[in-house]
């Protein structure tokens, strides 16, 4: 199977912040911009493997910056690493105030998408190629960021981390 590009699977989502999609403070609902990171990632893992894909796992958020009613919300997803039949995918947000013309960030997270066939089951994805700096370091990044959630989610022992663990170790001389 042939390797894709990271761009290829780039995703761009804008939305409105209505009044119905606010807490009490005014402010866009964190369930609210998950559900919209939801499909912004399942597009991204989609045009990657050109196959349905499900959610496996949601890293953490962290909401840095309040986006306002009537902000513009921007949501940036994009396949980072492809492993046997699962992809990570990295999303940033940022709100944008158009009548002020201010933007700010308000946060990044990593989803994973599983591929599956026609009868549900995982399925293979093509390699994923990155190209610029950035696609290099969240490449090399997301083996660790996989062993980290595979470990919590009690699917990976922790002696089987190998690069995980290499960080926290001195190398033996
Ligand atoms: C995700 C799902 C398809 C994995 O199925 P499974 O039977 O556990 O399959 P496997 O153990 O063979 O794992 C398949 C892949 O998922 C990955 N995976 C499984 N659980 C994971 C987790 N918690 N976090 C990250 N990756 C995970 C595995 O590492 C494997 O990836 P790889 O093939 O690239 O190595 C299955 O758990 C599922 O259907 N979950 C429900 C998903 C869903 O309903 N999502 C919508 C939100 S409710």
Known sequence: MEGKKAIESLTVMNEI??????????????GRLMYWMDIAAAMASTKHCNSASMTASVDNISFKTPIKLGNVVHIEAKVTRAF??????HLKVWGEDV???????????????VALDATGKP?????LIPETKEEQLLYEGALRRRQVRLIL??????DEAA??????MPQEV
């Open 99 to 113: 009548l002020n013309q201010h933007q700010y960030e308000s946060n990044e997270a990593y989803f994973t998408f």
């Open 123 to 127: 399925k293979s994805v093509p390699a």
């Open 153 to 158: 989610s009690g699917k990976m022992k922790p």
């Open 17 to 30: 912040v209505l009044p119905n999609d606010t807490n009490v403070f005014g402010n866009l609902m964190g």
């Open 84 to 89: 046997n039949t699962s992809m990570e995918i």
């Open 163 to 168: 690069e995980l663990k290499a960080l926290f």
